[in-house]
């Protein structure tokens, strides 16, 4: 041993990607891998994905949302409390206790390689300190959608070296991003692109109807984003990272001759043997069918895109009676506000009636009847297979031509 750091990409993947043809991501001053895996709460992308993720040297990234249901002392920690008297902040700082946990746990499983983040999404009522505590753990980045992060540049403003990474849906999105933040003398270190029509979770659309806007398009988004950071001298230092439906190595490639600079993928590693949820999880996931997938608006008032469950099939029929009486609660059913706001405990009339720690968590332990399962578009590279993390990323690496037979 001589003491220096592994290269960021193992030997065998940095050799398949110079034969791929596609060009390695340039991101917190290293070469990675052009394939960031998404962050997927509750709990589906923890310490075991995003550090199998990184040592394969690509972009592993926890979800901050809810994960002390990792960690069975916190969880006895946080049962049975009473709201009003200090179950929120319990709750909180359980939970900022256990992204420390993982944090620690994913960078060593990385060994040093790859890239490590986490996702925060704005719309939660812990954004803040969920940020501030991931980067004074050391997170290499941090990445938020849901909502515009335009405070973001000041709570890493102690972090310079910190990649810090928005999720936008539109040129727009990254015209406003790019010139607010300039203002406060930092520069996105590259933006994800999520296309709203093909990812799933949480959408970067106003409704369920501008889902299939012309204007989310990668053939329309990467070219006009990229002329914007053209013009104003950027264009190198700020790469595009697509995000929603991408499946295969001819993919990638489209994307990266458009411009982009990598892919983010959610639901094809949120199946693998890596994958921090449940088995019965990954295969709702695996063998959902495109007629399967079903779009709805989510209790964070954007909209969603999941695996039509019974428990999401039972709730949509009876959505429009629960928003007609919608009404604000004296508190939040799991007493900790994970939201900033939510449909049903602010009794918000056109926004999700449910609980949606609930339906995630149940997801995260497999449960079909009452689980909320969050699914991108299009076929997984593996079919109903569930295979492994340096798998799909030696897939994702290889032309079709040159796959073995199935």
Known sequence: MNGTAPSPVPAGLWALLQRSGLRPLQLGGRSLL????????????????????????????????DLRRHHPDLMERTTGLDPD??????????????????????????GGRGLLAVNVMRAVSAYA??????????????????????????LAQDHPKAALIPILSDARGVQLIVKKWERKK?????????????AGGHL????????KDPRFDFENVIPQSLAFLRSAGLERE?????????????????????GAAAVQLGTPFAVTLESDAHAEFKRVLAEARSEDIVEFTSVAGLPARAVGTPWLRNYLASEARLQAVAHAKSRCTKAFDCLAQC??????????QFCIDNQLAAALRGDVKKGLFFRGAGELPFGTQIRSVRELIERLLTPAALLPAA
């Open 34 to 65: 052009p394939v960031v895996q998404g962050g997927m709460g509750v709990g589906v992308s923890a310490h075991g994905l995003a550090g199998a993720v990184a040592a394969a040297g690509g972009v592993g990234t926890l979800s901050s949302v």
């Open 85 to 110: 008297h200090g179950a929120k902040e319990t709750i909180d700082d359980a939970n900022l206790e256990a992204l420390s946990r993982e944090i620690a746990a994913a960078r060593e499983l990385s």
């Open 129 to 154: 300190a969920s940020v501030k505590r991931a980067l004074e753990d050391g997170i290499d980045a941090v990445v938020v959608g849901a909502g515009l992060p335009l405070d973001l540049p000041d």
């Open 186 to 198: 930092r520069l996105p270190d590259a933006i994800v692109i999520e296309h709203p029509r093909l």
């Open 204 to 211: 970067g659309a106003a409704r369920v109807a501008d889902l």
């Open 238 to 258: 700020v790469p595009l990272i697509c995000a929603g439906g991408i499946r295969s190595w001819e993919e990638i490639s489209q994307l990266q001759a458009l």
């Open 343 to 352: 449909g049903l405990r602010d009794g918000l009339k056109g926004w999700g």
